[in-house]
């Protein structure tokens, strides 16, 4: 079974950068696509970013285009979340998880249903 721990959240300023990793454990992370969710206080559960086993399908949100990047190192079973440019309304918890197999059809948390991490919060704050 799939099991996924997020780390790498924390408390950063306006402007700076985090970089959140999924580190998975139990099967070899690189035959599954991966989303990364975010959830703020009080709102729904959103798509980040989300990519393809091979890497060829990558979705970005428009609120993180451009300043958001997902990456994977196969050697280490892990998947990345680059933030740069941050916002403070970027502040949430960050979740990644997994679909069954190695594509994905909608950036959605109801997509995502083999895995998910426990979530690390990240709050962009001055």
């Known amino acids: 079974q799939l099991q996924l721990v997020e780390s790498g959240g924390g408390l950063v300023q306006p402007g700076g950068s985090l970089r959140l990793s999924c580190t998975a454990s139990?099967?070899?992370?690189?035959?599954?696509?991966i989303g990364w969710f975010r959830q703020a206080p009080g709102k729904e559960r959103e798509g980040v970013s989300c990519?393809?086993?091979?890497?060829?399908?990558?979705y970005y949100a428009d609120s993180v285009k451009g300043r958001f990047s997902i990456s994977r190192d196969n050697a280490k079973n892990t998947v990345y979340l680059q933030m740069n440019y941050l916002k403070p309304e970027d502040t949430a918890v960050y979740y990644c998880?997994?679909?069954?197999?190695?594509?994905?059809?909608?950036?959605?948390?109801?997509?995502?249903?083999?895995?998910w991490g426990q979530g690390t919060q990240v709050t962009v704050s001055s």
């Open positions: 998880a997994s679909t069954y197999g190695s594509s994905w059809s909608v950036c959605s948390p109801a997509f995502f249903l083999a895995s």
């Open positions: 139990g099967l070899t992370l690189e035959h599954y696509a």
């Open positions: 990519a393809s086993s091979s890497g060829g399908h990558i």
